[in-house]
Each structure stands twice: as structure tokens, then as C-alpha cells.
């Protein structure tokens, strides 16, 4: 069992910068790959970022490469993500997820969101 919860969401201008955190519980946190996703109002929820277990491996949807960054901490259970350059349309609810089998098809487990807006 795996729980997750998300910070670091809140107001911030065009431009500016916001650091995401995902605190997970659970022993075997280090063989999930993690993930950031994000759901604005009246939209469906979309891939952001995800890291594997061992950080080898990046992958960020084409909105936010460049501007974002994940990264996770396996000694601390922790998930980043590294928001710079915000954009208006960035304005979303962000949500960690874990998936033992990195596929994504189906994440085992979701984080309860951290509300992200930003103002033009």
C-alpha cells in the first residue's frame, strides 16, 4: 500500500515558479515509477511527467518540456516537480501517482491533488 500526498500548489504570476512535492508512504516506494499529472476545469486529466524508479529514465508531455522537471528521492519518499516559466494555461488541480508496472495504463495509486493557478 502506497499513500501519497501532494504540496507545494498555490497563486502564482506568468512566469514564476513553483516547486511540487509528493510525500509517499510505504516500504517499497522505491520500486514504483512516479508521476505528475494535472486536470484543469472542464478537462480531462493529462500526463505531465514521470520518472522511474532508479531517475534513469524522464519522460514529460511536449506542454512543459523545457520548463518543468521531475525528480524523486527514494531515501525520503519524495517526488518533485519543478514548474518554471508558468503559463495561465498551466492552471490546474496537479496529482502525483505511483505504477508498479510503469505502463500508466491504469496508475495503482493517485494523491488527493494540489491546486496550481497561475495569473496572466
Known amino acids: 500500500q502506497v499513500q501519497l500526498v501532494e504540496s507545494g500548489g498555490g497563486l502564482v504570476q506568468a512566469g514564476g515558479s513553483l516547486r511540487l512535492s509528493c510525500a509517499a508512504s510505504?516500504?517499497?516506494?522505491?520500486?514504483?515509477?512516479m508521476g505528475w499529472f494535472r486536470q484543469a476545469p472542464g478537462k480531462e486529466r493529462e500526463f505531465v511527467a514521470t520518472?522511474?524508479?532508479?531517475?534513469?529514465?524522464?519522460y514529460y508531455a511536449s506542454f512543459v518540456k523545457g520548463r518543468f522537471t521531475i525528480s524523486r528521492d527514494n531515501a525520503k519518499n519524495m517526488v518533485y516537480l519543478q514548474m518554471n516559466s508558468l503559463k495561465p494555461e498551466d492552471t490546474a488541480v496537479y496529482y502525483c501517482?505511483?505504477?508498479?508496472?510503469?505502463?500508466?495504463?491504469?496508475?495503482?495509486?493517485w494523491g488527493q491533488g494540489t491546486q496550481v493557478t497561475v495569473s496572466s
Open positions: 501517482a505511483a505504477d508498479l508496472a510503469a505502463d500508466w495504463g491504469d496508475p495503482d495509486y
Open positions: 510505504g516500504r517499497t516506494f522505491s520500486s514504483y515509477a
Open positions: 520518472i522511474n524508479w532508479s531517475s534513469s529514465r524522464e
